[in-house]
């Protein structure tokens, strides 16, 4: 199956001069958890509701905040017409949970996530053995009881 067969193609998008309360309230709206960031007709960054918390609220900023200043600016992306197979093997091995998609003029056409796999039966398998690899333990950050 290609990206572009499983991928959400209406994708919503903030600007960097926007607050992170528009982007939120927008988040809430749509009942997602991250937006890309679009200026002058081009991908720049992508935020997340975790860009939102740890970037901006654990820093103490407020609800003014711009966009720019807490979005990711390196944006992991994927083609549309890449296999699903190949895309879910590198989202676990970058740990990302959705990939903005782009064509091959890196033109954003959609965004593919776990949950659009997940809803999918023949991609299930992949949805899975991807969020396996997101969720292995690892690192400084890791929350496991033997760290503790």
Known sequence: MKVKEAMTRDVRL??????????????????????????????????????????AVSEG??????VREVMSRDVKYCYDD???EEITRNMADIRVRRLPVVDRNKRL??????GDLAVDASA???AGEALGGISRPGGQHSQSSARH
Not at 31 to 44: A, H, K, S, W
Not at 109 to 114: E, R, T
């Open 14 to 55: 903030v600007r960097p001069d926007q607050t992170i309360r528009e982007a939120a309230h927008l988040m809430a709206e749509l009942d997602i958890g991250c937006l890309p960031v679009e200026e002058n007709d081009r991908m720049v960054g992508m935020i997340t509701d975790r860009d939102i918390a740890v970037r």
């Open 61 to 66: 900023r407020g609800p003014q905040t711009s």
């Open 82 to 84: 890449q296999s699903v």
């Open 109 to 114: 056409v959609g965004i593919l996530s776990l």
């Open 124 to 126: 299930q398998d992949e």
